[in-house]
């Protein structure tokens, strides 16, 4: 039986996104100010200018925003990257049955060549993906699977993986 799964995780906004909106705001403000200035002084080709700077700054505003997708297809976990809704970026494509361990979110240190964070920003949802990967070693994923991703990726692990995992679970 084939296995896919799709999940789309927001990214939680921070202090520095919050930031980020204002500077952009008080720019374009002061812009559009400093052309309108200008423009009412005769330069009427101006508004042009004030147009696509409110058109900037509100395409900037909109690339705030980041998105994770979570796409399980059979063995493979790949995971995407949007930014604002209109750039997607494919950040890492795993095997599963490579996968070395899978565990809740913890501040414990893994011995890891790669961390991968795509994760809302929210700990309490978080897990860890240990595995290993042709091209960047043993990788560190950091991530929010819904249960539902979390019951596909788990059926896809080795079986040492599966097993374990079932003898903690009793």
């Known amino acids: 039986m084939d296995n896919f799964i799709e999940q789309l995780v927001t990214k939680a906004h921070t202090g ?16 559009v100010g400093v052309i309108a200035f200008f423009a009412f002084q005769g330069f009427i080709v101006l508004l042009m200018l004030a147009v696509c700077v409110v058109w900037g700054g509100v395409w900037l505003l909109k690339g ?14 790949d995971i ?13 494509t795993v095997d599963l049955s490579k996968s070395e361990d899978f565990y809740a ?3 414990k240190d893994c011995e890891c060549d790669t961390t ?17 990967h042709s091209d960047y070693g043993k990788v560190n994923i950091i991530f929010n699977p819904n249960e539902r991703t ?21």
């Open 16 to 31: 520095k996104d919050t930031a980020k909106a204002v500077i952009i705001i008080i720019a374009m403000v002061l812009l």
């Open 64 to 77: 705030i925003g980041v998105e994770y997708e979570y796409i399980v297809t059979n063995k493979e976990l």
């Open 80 to 92: 995407d990257k949007i930014v604002g809704k209109r750039k997607r970026t494919r950040m890492i």
């Open 105 to 107: 979110y913890s501040e």
């Open 116 to 132: 991968v964070y795509a994760s809302s920003g929210l700990e309490k949802d978080a897990y860890c993906l240990i595995v290993l």
């Open 150 to 170: 979390r019951e596909a990726i788990e059926q896809e692990f080795p079986y040492t993986l599966r097993t374990r995992d079932n003898n903690d679970a009793k």
